[in-house]
C-alpha cells in the first residue's frame, strides 16, 4: 500500500508527508515540479528513508503520472500541487489556469484509468482526495454565518477562480464516472515552512530584517487561521473515514483580523526577539489594497466533526507561539528562500504599492 501525494515539497505537503511518515510506515510517492514554492529542505528530515519516494515532475504530464501509478499502484491520491499566492495569480493567471485546472484535469483521467483497473476490493478502498480552499466560496459580509459545504460558489481571484474550477472537475468526475473522490475545503493555513510571500511569514521575516511590514487596505480583513499539523490530521481522517463525493470544510474556529494577526506576531518577537531598534510597531506600513481582496472569509466546520470526530488541537495562542519560535530557529531557511526569485516577487507586487 502507499499513498501518492502531489505538491509534497511545498508548506502544507511537506507537513502532510512528515506528518503522515511520523505516523505510518505506509510509503509515500512524492510528486513534485519543486517550483518557486517547492523546497526539498523542508524533507530534510526524510533523507535516506526508503518509505519517502521524491519524483520531481508535473502535474499536467499524464505519461509520468500513468507510471507512478502503474509502478507504485497507491490505494490513494492526496492532490495538494497547485499555485497557492492570491497576489501571484493577480499579476500573472496563467500557471494557475494550468496548474490548478489543467494539472487535476490530468491527475483525476490518470485516476480513473487506474482505478478502472483494479480489482472489485482495491477500487472499493481507491480514493482520490482533492485539497482546496474557502476562498471558491468568495467573501462574507461582516454578520454572514460561516461557509459550509452547501455555500454558493463565487470565487473572486484568478487563484479562487481556479481552484473552484478544479473543485468542480473533481466533483463531475464523482458525479459521472463514480471516482471515488472526497474533497476538503480549508481556512487559512500557518506554521512551519510557510513561505514568506504569506502574511504570517511575511511579517515574521520583515521584522526580524527592519524591513516594513505591508498592510493592505485598512487591515480589517478578516481571515480563519489553522496551525497546519491540524489541517494535516483533518486530511488524514477524511482519507481514514470520509465518504466517496463528499466535501468537509476544515477551519480553526479562529477568526481575526489581519491587523490583529500583525500585532500578535509582534507582541511574541518583543518578548523572544526584541526589537534592537525600540518596537518592531514602528514597521507596520499601510499600502495599497490588493485588487478585489475579499473581506471576510469564515468556516463552519461542523461536519467534519459531527461525522469524522474530527476538531483542531491547536487554538491560535499556542500555533502562533510555535510558529514565531520556528522561524526564530530556522533562519538559515528563510536566508535561502528569500533569496533569488523572491527578490524580484518584492519587487513586483510591493514596489509600486502607495
Ligand atoms: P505551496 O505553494 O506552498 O506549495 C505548492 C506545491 O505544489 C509546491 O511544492 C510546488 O512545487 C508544487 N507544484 C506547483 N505546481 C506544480 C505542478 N504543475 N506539478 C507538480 N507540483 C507542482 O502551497 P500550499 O500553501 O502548501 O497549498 C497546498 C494546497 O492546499 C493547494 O492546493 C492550496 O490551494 C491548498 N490550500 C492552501 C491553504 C493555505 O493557507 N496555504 C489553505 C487551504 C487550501
Ligand atoms: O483561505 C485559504 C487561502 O489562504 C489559501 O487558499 C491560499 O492558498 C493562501 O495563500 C491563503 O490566501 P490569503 O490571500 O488569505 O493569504 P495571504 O497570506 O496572502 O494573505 C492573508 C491576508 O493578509 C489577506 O487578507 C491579504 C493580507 N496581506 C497579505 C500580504 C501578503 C497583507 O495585508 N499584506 C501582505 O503583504
Not at 512528515?18 to 528530515?45: C, F, H, I, R
Not at 482546496?132 to 454572514?144: I, N
Request: charged content about 20%; overall charge negative; proline content about 6%.
Amino acid at each position: 500500500m502507499a499513498l501518492l501525494v502531489t505538491g509534497g515539497a511545498g508548506f502544507i505537503g511537506s507537513n502532510f508527508v512528515l506528518d503522515w511518515l511520523a505516523q505510518s510506515d505506509e510509503p509515500v510517492v512524492n510528486l513534485d515540479k519543486l517550483t518557486y514554492a517547492g523546497n526539498m529542505e523542508n524533507l530534510a528530515a526524510l533523507a535516506g528513508d526508503a518509505r519517502h519516494v521524491f519524483v520531481q515532475g508535473d502535474v499536467c504530464d499524464r505519461s509520468l503520472i500513468d507510471h507512478l501509478l502503474a509502478t507504485h499502484r497507491p490505494r490513494a491520491i492526496v492532490h495538494f500541487a497547485a499555485e497557492s499566492h492570491v497576489d501571484r495569480s493577480i499579476h500573472g493567471p496563467g500557471e494557475f489556469m494550468r496548474t490548478n485546472i489543467d494539472g487535476t484535469f490530468t491527475l483525476l483521467e490518470a485516476a480513473r484509468a487506474h482505478w478502472s483497473s483494479l480489482n472489485e476490493a482495491e477500487a472499493r478502498q481507491f480514493r482520490f482526495h482533492h485539497v482546496s480552499t474557502d476562498e471558491v466560496y468568495g467573501s462574507l459580509a461582516p454578520d454572514d454565518p460561516p461557509f459550509t459545504e452547501t455555500s454558493p460558489y463565487q470565487p473572486n481571484s484568478p487563484y479562487s477562480a481556479s481552484k473552484a474550477a478544479s473543485d468542480h472537475l473533481v466533483r463531475a468526475w464523482r458525479h459521472t464516472y463514480r471516482l471515488p473522490v472526497t474533497i476538503s475545503n480549508c481556512s487559512n493555513n500557518y506554521g512551519p515552512f510557510h513561505f514568506p510571500e504569506k502574511l504570517i511569514p511575511l511579517v515574521i521575516t520583515n521584522a526580524l530584517a527592519g524591513k516594513p511590514l505591508p498592510i493592505y487596505g485598512d487591515g480589517l480583513q478578516v481571515r480563519d487561521w489553522l496551525y497546519v499539523t491540524d489541517h494535516c490530521s483533518a486530511i488524514r481522517r477524511i482519507l481514514e473515514a470520509g465518504q466517496p463525493g463528499e466535501v468537509y470544510n476544515v477551519g480553526g474556529w479562529n477568526e481575526m483580523t489581519n491587523i490583529e494577526i500583525v500585532t500578535t506576531i509582534l507582541r511574541l518577537l518583543e518578548e523572544l526577539r526584541p526589537d534592537p531598534a525600540g518596537s518592531y510597531a514602528r514597521l507596520i506600513t499601510y499600502v495599497a489594497d490588493r485588487p478585489g481582496h475579499d473581506r471576510r472569509y469564515a468556516i463552519d466546520a461542523r461536519k467534519i466533526e459531527r461525522e469524522l470526530g474530527w476538531r483542531p488541537a491547536e487554538v491560535f495562542a499556542t500555533g502562533v507561539r510555535k510558529t514565531v519560535e520556528w522561524y526564530l530557529a530556522n533562519q538559515e531557511w528563510v536566508g535561502r528562500v528569500t533569496s533569488g526569485e523572491y527578490r524580484q516577487w518584492l519587487d513586483c507586487n510591493y514596489g509600486d504599492r502607495k
